[in-house]
């Protein structure tokens, strides 16, 4: 599975970003979809996951509320709408996959199916 992400880049604090993540190769509605983010210096923190085939939604608890997470199964597509950004929210995010995977597998990011990042910059 390719996993290949878009839409990162510089918004003001309080904007909205919409990421996008679509997966192509072997892919099919047992996969689970997520974000991830990273800082330079930090660990890697989970963001959101979603279910291909059902569509059960994650979420870390700081996002909840601001970030929505929703899929296109026809493109075989994730989006991470991100509203209410902080400078806090600046972060490298990658989308990440694997199949079957339960929650706590996910959030650990124990998964074999990684995209390249694209980085969000919250700042004025």
């Known amino acids: 599975v390719q996993l290949q992400a878009s839409g990162g880049g510089l918004v003001q604090p309080g904007g909205s970003l919409r990421l996008s993540c679509a997966a192509s190769g072997r892919t099919s509605r047992d996969l689970v979809m997520g974000w991830f983010r990273q800082v330079p210096g930090k660990e890697r923190e989970f963001v959101s996951a979603?279910?291909?085939?059902?569509?059960?939604?994650w979420y870390a608890g700081s996002m909840k509320g601001r970030f929505t997470i929703s899929k296109d199964n026809n493109k075989n597509t994730i989006y991470l709408q991100m509203n209410g950004l902080k400078p806090e929210d600046t972060a490298v995010y990658y989308c990440?996959?694997?199949?079957?995977?339960?929650?706590?597998?996910?959030?650990?990011?124990?998964?074999?199916?990684w995209g390249k990042g694209t980085l969000v910059t919250v700042s004025s």
């Open positions: 979603i279910r291909l085939n059902g569509g059960g939604t």
């Open positions: 990440a996959a694997d199949y079957r995977v339960i929650q706590s597998t996910f959030i650990a990011g124990k998964l074999d199916y």
